[in-house]
């Protein structure tokens, strides 16, 4: 799994089936240090539970194309859960 911080959003009306209901967000990943690494990237998250500001875990790859029990998605990027605190290096 992977952090990030959710910068944004994405609104697609033309996209796969298997997307339906679900909302698109962009996402900055972060290191350990909660420091930006690399790009933002579009990540799916299939519960619409995340806004912007809120630091998220994430899977990529085969992962995060089936998140769902009998539901499968063309994502290289899927918002599992919403961190609400996190302690790395005598940080909180």
């Not at 609104?11 to 690399?38: E, Y």
Request: aromatic residues 6%; hydrophobic residues 35%; contains cysteine.
């Amino acid at each position: 799994m992977n952090i990030a911080t959710v910068i944004g959003s994405l609104w697609a009306t033309q996209k796969h089936p298997s997307f339906n209901g679900m909302k698109f967000c962009v996402i900055q990943p972060l290191d350990q240090h909660r420091r930006p690494v690399g790009s933002p990237i579009i990540a799916v998250d299939p519960d619409n539970r995340c806004g912007r500001g809120e630091t998220v875990f994430y899977v990529d790859g085969g992962d995060a194309a089936t998140v769902k029990e009998n539901h499968s998605m063309p994502s290289d990027a899927t918002i599992v859960g919403i961190i609400d605190s996190m302690s790395t290096d005598n940080h909180t």
